[in-house]
């Protein structure tokens, strides 16, 4: 089985000014630069031919480059609770827009469509029950920004889980071209 999701990597400067800011929350799980990414669209775990037939479709995805920076954080919650510290990226517009064409190739090749709403965030940390409050964090990080850094092409990723968290390993490149 091989566990899949399809992502943007940040340039290397915009990763350290996320890895700069990153701390201040007791028990959060900090991802570290080789974890850093904006997930277009999670696919899960899938058996080799699946993963062979979503290579070949992500292949069929004509989008251009895109513009954003860094807006903000906020965080995700799960049954009243902090899960996922995260950075906003604005404009949406153009990430949704390639959010939607990638998972009209994947369900082309067989895969559900997603059914959760899409927020373009680049996750920063993971929390458990044991987690610390946000709340200084979130305020201390409101006014995040950088200036518009452009993404030329889009990645397929493969998660190992471990002990340690997730190993993701970039295993295709898809350009985007106007």
């Known amino acids: 089985m091989h566990r899949l999701f399809v992502g943007l990597r940040p340039p290397p400067a915009i990763r350290a000014q996320l890895l700069a800011l990153m701390g201040g929350v007791s028990a959060a799980r ?5 974890q850093l990414h904006l997930t277009l669209r999670f696919i899960g775990e899938v058996e080799r031919p699946i993963a062979e037939d979503v290579a ?5 995805v004509h ?3 895109v513009e954003v920076a860094l807006d903000g954080v906020g ?8 899960s996922a510290l ?5 404009p949406h517009d153009a990430v949704t827009g390639l959010h939607k064409k990638v998972d009209q190739a994947l369900v082309r ?14 996750t920063l940390a993971r929390m458990n029950a044991s987690a610390g409050t946000t709340e200084r964090f979130l305020v201390s990080h409101a006014g995040l920004a950088s200036p518009l850094f452009g993404l030329d092409h889009f990645l397929l990723f493969e998660s190992t889980l471990g002990r340690e968290g997730a190993v993701y390993e970039a295993i295709e490149r898809y350009p985007l071209r106007g």
């Open 86 to 90: 995260w950075a906003g990226i604005r």
């Open 56 to 60: 070949v479709a992500l292949a069929n």
């Open 30 to 34: 900090w991802q570290d630069d080789s």
């Open 109 to 122: 090749c067989g895969l559900a469509p997603e059914r959760r709403a899409y927020l373009p965030h680049i």
């Open 63 to 65: 989008f251009p480059p």
């Open 75 to 82: 965080q995700f919650d799960s049954r009243g609770r902090p």
